[in-house]
């Protein structure tokens, strides 16, 4: 089959859907494995939404957990698609550019999680429209929140729509046409940075939390979202290198360990300069990284977590930069795994809980995630995973055809 | 669930006769019964056997716009609505209040550390006339009894459960310091919490989304959140309320002390400053040059929380 009989756009959904959702017994297994999380997540939810909050482990003084952590952090991931489009769309590097649409495939999985983290998040869900300008009431420029729905949602639709096009094209037998979506790639690369920053300042502009209240947490988030997300991004690559008959280039791989070294040296570098700052000259201020990695009044049930993450954040690190030349799959997938928890640690539970410990009135409780939370933010990560499969799929298909016609053209 | 049980509103046989008589009313009963559904959707609760009329007004309810927006006209529409639906839902006769603040009135308040002994009066005033969640014994006051040699509610005891006076230690409440530059309101982002002309912060809990932003925003920890569905002894509710202020609140939203709206719009003074046995609280309107307060903050040494924060909160702390 050289030619694609189908045209039109509803050829295009359903053809997508089908290479998306067919597979083999491996492949059933693992959707049936997301689709039981993904029900244990909305049953989970169905609770909260009866009870309220209170089913979860929150409190007044620890006042976002487990949701807020792991949106802060697939903030993150999302962002460093661009550690991809960068050099692949303006630098025109060839091997990146075949592996970029992966990347925001990554991307957009990753902001869908995000929504859902900050929904699920809500008192009142069923509310939300009271935040829709025009309907509702924004309160924009004044509320960073604000700032923040906006940067996501752009983002969003910039990353969908792109690939999307692009695809479509692709789909056609035709190549797309640059200057339709170029100017919307440079719109990306600057939005990725300002997604992360102005999540950042959500946290950094609250002199109310000294913890967070920090100059160095916008550039802190950037340099662990550049080395966490591509290392997400590799798993998914040698994933599709396990699992399929596509070929992924191993110069790939080299490009983004490099990326990932120099990010993750970077993060490191700025993580002990705040070590530094909160304990050489002890203040006041410095009660919560003192929670955080030593415990406060006999309360410590963050300090076996941050001293994991700094473990496996300077493993993964170590692991990356020396890697030896001629490294296996595994080898990457141990740097990355180890890497990506330690940061996903770090910077989620490490970075939003003691923000809130001690309390502005002195006082230290522990946060633990009730077994609701857990199952919702499990759902959450499953459906992730889902739309990142799902999207992936009809992409690398549709890819793959589209070479197999240049080359009975060309 | 003692005072939120959902009882069957008190349907009368007219009403359901009417509704059946004609065609056109048919049909009218039947799209407030759509409503009612959704209503009940969006309500979020398990709706049951709600009558027509509750679901009507839970829907009318749910489309209601900030109450910053709205006229005198929809102010009082949705205090009647209220009123009602309180009727309905728990047989209770409220009285809600949408007064608007006075003219050329600033509320400000002092606490004289040198007199309060830490009986904490106040907070159960507070917690009577403010209609807060037993359950979880919500208070928005609390007292910190701190050792002598310092000055700073952080390093208090927060807790404390036995008898007061204790020799040698003193006692400093804390609340919203109805601060006028407040964080907490240039946090939010649906606008569902603002400063009242005559100072007070307060809350729109039908507007509020509970994103919980302005919590994290508050460096004086002056908010709460309701993590679950509130719940007052129905013969304990304070049945006069206020939009703003006392009345009562619904799971998922945000409450905070409102310097009792529902009394000191009235003239009266809120309920913390009227229960104090020994005198320690003093509120006034800091534009009327003869109040106590304005006595207060010229007479005594005054000093603020936080004041690097440059939250300029109306709250001030003096000595005798
Ligand atoms: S004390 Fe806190 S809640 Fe009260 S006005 Fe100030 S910032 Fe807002
Ligand atoms: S919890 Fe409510 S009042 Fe507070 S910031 Fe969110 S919407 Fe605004």
Redesign the pocket.
Known sequence: MTTNPHTGFIAFVSDCARWALSGGTGFKIYLAALFSLMGAGAFAYSQQFQTGLIATGMSNIVSWGLYISNFTFFVGVAAAAVMLILPAYILKDKDLHKVVIIGEGVAVGALIMCLMFITADM?GPLKVW?MIPGIGLFNWPS?I?TWDMIVLNGYLALNAIVPLYILYCNYHNRPPVDWKYRPFVFLSIFWAVSIHMVTAFLYEGLPARPFWNNPLLGPRFLASAFAAGPAVIMLVLIAIKQNTDHVVDTKIFSKLQRIIVVSAVINLVMLFSEVFKEFYAFTHHSLSAQYLFFGLDGHSSLVPWIWTAISLNILGTLLFAFAPSKWSPRYLMVAAISLFSGIWIEKGFGLIIPGFVPSPMGEVVDYVPSSVEILITLGVLATGAFVVTMLIRPALAIDKQYKKYQETVG | MTVREKKEGPMKTEDILDTKSTRRDFMKSLSITAAAGSAGLVTGGCVGKGSTEEMGLKWEEYFKKNYRLMTQQEKDDTVTRLERLAKIQHDLDIQVSDQEPREQVLFGYAFNISRCKGYMDCVEACVQENNLDRNSKTQYIRIFELNPGQLDPTSGDGKYHHEVPVEDKFYMGVQCFHCENAP?IK???????WREPDGIVV?DYD?????????A?CPYWG?R?NWGQPEVPKEEINLKQHYLGNRLRMKG??EKCTFCIQRTRQGKLPACADACPTGSRVFGNLLDPNSEIRFVLKNKKVFRFKEELGTDPKFWYFMD
């Not at chain 2, 946090?187 to 919490?193: G, L, Q, S, W, Y």
């Open positions: 008192g009271h509320s929140l | 907490c946090a939010c982002p649906t606008k569902a919490t809350v507007w509020c989304i509970g994103c919980r932003y302005c919590m925003a908010r959140f939203v945000m």
